[in-house]
């Protein structure tokens, strides 16, 4: 008894801890530990989406991870209700959720026939017992036994209470027409719905992402009224750049080279995997090229179950130059990365072989991404290795957050995606 007492005073501080932390800074995707690999939180039964769920549906989140190990980890999952910018709010867990707002993992897979042994952890958020309360931004957080946060990963819930009309076109006031998109917006709220407030440019936020990039992601300004629609539109924070299509390369079949794969080659108990070199795209003409537009999706074509039985590969990215960027830092950024402009995409240029490099621990399946160089705040990071077109299918989810004086937290409308 006197264990058990200490067990739910340790889990209580726990996610007395997880919550003091959320609401120090805005939450990210982020992986803490080396040994946790291919984090993916997407609705279930549905690949390559946004983890958006609505309010009151059905629905429900699938999170799936692997720990590098040979044996099974006591791990717990929390859930938490963060604002607009991604910060802890004052809900309380019975404002936001009822049943249990943490709990353990208890569905895991050993993985099977592979090289590098790994366990592979499932769980569906929110649980069968629970019921998500509120619209708005969420993040999940997975803690080992000793209180440390594997990782954290973000989602929303909309009310779906709204009307959003979305176009993607040349720039409005024709500067660099041939290499930028602009993003316009408008909103209303639909005749006869009872849940959703009379809208007022004071109490909406429009958050604009392109893709998955989060450094490019900015606020909309409203602009005008058309009719019963609140406009956002030709304004400097409506223009992205273009970019290009985005490079992929395929592993699913590690016997046979696949796409911009060069080499596979295995050794020391690893599996090792070269792509084809990369090349500087920024001077070519534009070409007409599909792609996951930097998302992954794990897959393996000659086993039955991809979750437990894909390998992991050690993927070496290459970008031959004969002089490094003296005014700039080459990342590889992707779902691969989680979008980050850090060490875990920095490609550092290696003067023996005069090209920029990169080595990720991945597993099987397929991965698409661009390299971008971070010059400084206000200058395109596509322009210089990837190059920007106005004709690039740059897909852009608009999120709408609503507050009024009388809420206690920021309401998330309406989430839309459109593609150019």
């Not at 929390?78 to 707002?101: I, K, P, Q, T």
């Not at 992954?296 to 031959?320: C, G």
């Not at 690039?392 to 009388?406: C, G, I, K, W």
Request: glycine share 6%; hydrophobic share 35%.
């Amino acid at each position: 008894m006197q264990r058990q007492n200490m067990k739910r005073i340790l889990i209580a501080i726990i996610i007395i801890c997880f919550s003091t932390s959320l609401s120090a800074q805005p939450l990210s995707d982020s992986v803490w530990r080396r040994d946790v690999k291919s984090v993916l939180l997407t609705r279930d039964g549905v690949d390559l989406e946004s983890p958006v769920l609505t309010l009151g549906g059905s629905d429900r989140l699938l999170l799936q991870f692997d720990v590098l190990a040979d044996e099974v980890q006591l791990l717990r999952y929390s859930v938490a209700h963060c604002d607009a910018l991604w910060r802890r709010d004052d809900l309380e867990a019975y404002e936001f959720m009822s049943g249990f707002e943490s709990g353990d993992i208890e569905n895991y897979d050993y993985s099977f026939t592979t090289l590098r042994s790994y366990v592979h952890y499932h769980q569906m958020i929110p649980s069968p017992y629970s019921t998500l309360l509120h619209s708005g931004n969420y993040v999940v957080a997975v803690t080992d036994e000793g209180g440390d946060t594997l990782f954290t990963r973000r989602f929303w819930v909309s009310e779906d209470a709204a009307s959003m009309a979305a176009t993607v076109d040349r720039p409005y006031d024709g500067s660099e027409m041939l290499r930028r998109q602009e993003v316009d917006v408008r909103i209303a709220t639909p005749q006869g719905c009872v849940v959703c407030p009379t809208l007022r440019p004071e109490y909406v936020r429009i958050l604009a992402q392109q893709n998955g990039r989060e450094d490019t992601q900015r606020w909309l300004v409203h602009s005008d009224y058309e009719g019963p629609w609140l406009c956002y539109r030709h304004r400097k924070e409506n223009i992205f750049d273009g970019g290009n299509n985005y490079r992929y390369f395929d592993m699913s079949n590690l016997h046979t080279p696949m796409y911009n794969v060069q080499r596979v080659e295995e050794y020391g108990g690893e599996i090792f995997a070269l792509l084809r070199p990369d090349e500087d795209r920024s001077r070519r003409n534009y070409v007409v090229e599909e792609s996951l537009n930097g998302g992954m999706k794990i897959n393996v074509w000659d086993r039955n179950n991809a979750a437990v039985e894909a390998e992991y590969v050690w993927v070496n990215i290459s970008l031959p130059m004969a002089q490094p960027i003296l005014d700039g830092r080459v990342y590889v950024v992707g779902a691969l990365t989680d979008w980050k402009l850090d060490s875990t995409s920095y490609m550092e240029y290696n003067t023996e072989y005069r090209a920029y490099t990169k080595r990720l621990l991945l597993k099987q399946g397929y991965y698409s991404y661009q390299l971008l160089v971070d010059k400084g705040h206000g200058i395109s990071r596509t322009a210089r290795l990837e190059g920007d077109h106005w004709e690039t299918p740059n897909s852009y989810t608009l999120f709408l957050y609503y507050r009024s004086p009388s809420d206690r937290a920021d309401r998330l409308l309406k989430v839309t995606k459109v593609r150019r």
